[in-house]
C-alpha cells in the first residue's frame, strides 16, 4: 500500500514508533504514581491525570489508525456535502500549511526538548514528525491540509 493509500490513518514505521515512545511514557507514569501512593512521598494524582489524558489519545488514535471508529458516523455526517475542488487550493490554505509547517519544526524543537521524540533510526514518511507528543498532533492537521492543496492540484 502506498503512503498516499494509508494517508493520515496509516500505521506508519514513525507512528508506530511513536506509539511505542507514548506506551513507554505511560508505563513511566503509572510506575511514578504506584510509588507516590505506596509510599506517601508525592502527589499521584497529577501523574495519573497525565496517564488518563494520554491514555485516552493513545487508544483513539490507535483505532483511527487501525481504521475503527467508537461511533458509527451520524447521519448528518454522511449526508455532509463535500468541499468543491475549487476551495481546497487556495492561497489561505497555502498560507495555513507553511504556517502548520513552520509550527511543526518548531514543536519538534519543543517535544525534542522534553524527550518526547521517535529515534533518528525510525524511517518516516513525508511530513511525519520526530515528535511524539505537539508535533505529531500538528503534523497530522498539516498532512490533512496538504492533502487538501496538492492533492486537488490537476483534478479539476
Known amino acids: 500500500m502506498s503512503s498516499d493509500a494509508r494517508g493520515a490513518g496509516g500505521i ?3 507512528k508506530a514508533a511513536a506509539f511505542a515512545e507514548r506506551a513507554k511514557r505511560l ?14 512521598k508525592g502527589d499521584a494524582g ?6 488518563q489524558e494520554l ?9 483511527a489508525a487501525a481504521g ?8 448528518s455526517a454522511s449526508a455532509a456535502v ?14 495555513l500549511l507553511a504556517i502548520l509547517e513552520e509550527a ?19 524511517p518516516l514518511l513525508p511530513g511525519e514528525s520526530r515528535g511524539t507528543d505537539l508535533a505529531e ?14 492533492g486537488a492540484r490537476g483534478r479539476e
Not at 503509572?30 to 509510599?39: S, V
Not at 491514555?55 to 483505532?63: C, V
Not at 475503527?68 to 447521519?75: D, E, M, T
Not at 463535500?82 to 498560507?95: F, I, N
Open 82 to 95: 463535500a468541499v468543491p475542488l475549487h476551495l481546497l487550493d487556495t492561497p489561505a490554505a497555502r498560507d
Open 27 to 40: 508505563n513511566l507514569l503509572i510506575q511514578q504514581a504506584r510509588y507516590f501512593l505506596a509510599t506517601g
Open 46 to 51: 497529577p501523574l495519573l491525570m497525565e496517564a
Open 104 to 122: 511543526q519544526q518548531i514543536a519538534e524543537q519543543v517535544d525534542a526538548e522534553r524527550g518526547r521524540t521517535v529515534g533518528e533510526d525510525i
Open 137 to 150: 498532533s500538528i503534523s497530522e492537521i498539516a498532512l490533512r491540509v496538504r492533502v487538501e492543496v496538492q
Open 12 to 14: 506508519t514505521p514513525g
Open 55 to 63: 491514555s485516552a489519545a493513545h487508544r483513539s488514535e490507535l483505532a
Open 68 to 75: 475503527l471508529h467508537a461511533a458509527p458516523p451520524s447521519p
